[in-house]
């Protein structure tokens, strides 16, 4: 079984901060996914990172998977109240099939 | 195009009871997923299915059950509910299996 492993579980930091949340794995994973999920909805997918050591940016969000492919990063620059939601990730297996495991997730709050 | 659709939004069940839970995509997505996600948790995939006719077991199939009879529809059913099967149930759908997965907005099942 594939297990990934967010930290922190949660983060609560003022608007303006910057931020990290790590997902890591003693699994390789084909691909990965960062979602964000918002109180009563779904997730919505943010990213995808296929390549070790891969870096995508949007807006104030950077993605970095790791270069063995086993754990990624989520940075925050600047982090305002609009960005609180649960953050999820999700890895594709090497032998997974069309399966994703996800994370347990990481409760981001903004505070004006 | 309403993407993925999920009814009933919530619902009560007793123990032993049963019921349906409806999911319709209209992206004509081959791909397509029930997930579970219990208070402060990641996802859990129950049942997935990559095109009409074909389902096969996630990570915690036990106690339900799906069918795929057409590309659109993709109903997963509780036989016989059970408090442990209180959870917010989420059905996605992909192109394809590195795609992004678009999930509905939940149906939030109590079992008393």
């Known amino acids: 079984t594939q297990l990934l492993e967010q930290s922190p579980q949660f983060l609560s930091i003022q608007e303006g901060e910057n931020l990290t949340v790590y997902c890591n794995s003693s699994?390789?994973?084909?691909?990965l996914q960062w979602y964000r999920q918002e109180p009563g909805e779904g997730p919505v997918l943010l990213v995808t990172?296929?390549?070790?050591?891969e870096v995508k940016k949007l807006k104030r969000l950077t993605f970095q998977f790791g270069d063995a492919r086993k754990d990624s990063s989520l940075h925050i620059t600047a982090a305002q109240p609009g960005d609180t939601g649960l953050y999820l990730c999700?890895?594709?297996?090497?032998?997974?099939?069309?399966?994703?495991?996800f994370g347990e997730g990481t409760q981001l709050t903004v505070n004006p | 195009n309403a993407g993925v659709t999920q009814t009933p939004k919530f619902r009560i069940l007793k123990i032993g009871q049963s019921m349906t839970l409806q999911c319709t995509q209209d992206?004509?997505?081959?791909?397509m997923y029930w997930y579970r996600q219990d208070p402060g948790m990641g996802l859990k995939l129950i049942y997935y299915?990559?095109?009409?006719?074909?389902?096969d077991k996630g990570e915690v199939p036990n106690g339900y059950n799906v069918s795929r009879s057409t590309t659109e529809d993709f109903p997963l059913r509780l036989e016989l509910a059970a408090p442990s099967q209180t959870s917010v149930y989420f059905c996605?759908?992909?192109?394809?299996?590195?795609?992004?997965?678009?999930f509905g907005p939940g149906t939030r099942l109590t079992v008393l």
């Open positions: 996605a759908s992909s192109r394809d299996r590195v795609f992004t997965q678009y």
């Open positions: 699994s390789v994973f084909s691909s």
């Open positions: 990172v296929v390549t070790g050591g």
């Open positions: 999700a890895g594709e297996g090497e032998t997974s099939g069309s399966r994703l495991t």
């Open positions: 992206m004509n997505h081959n791909y």
């Open positions: 299915s990559v095109g009409a006719g074909i389902t």
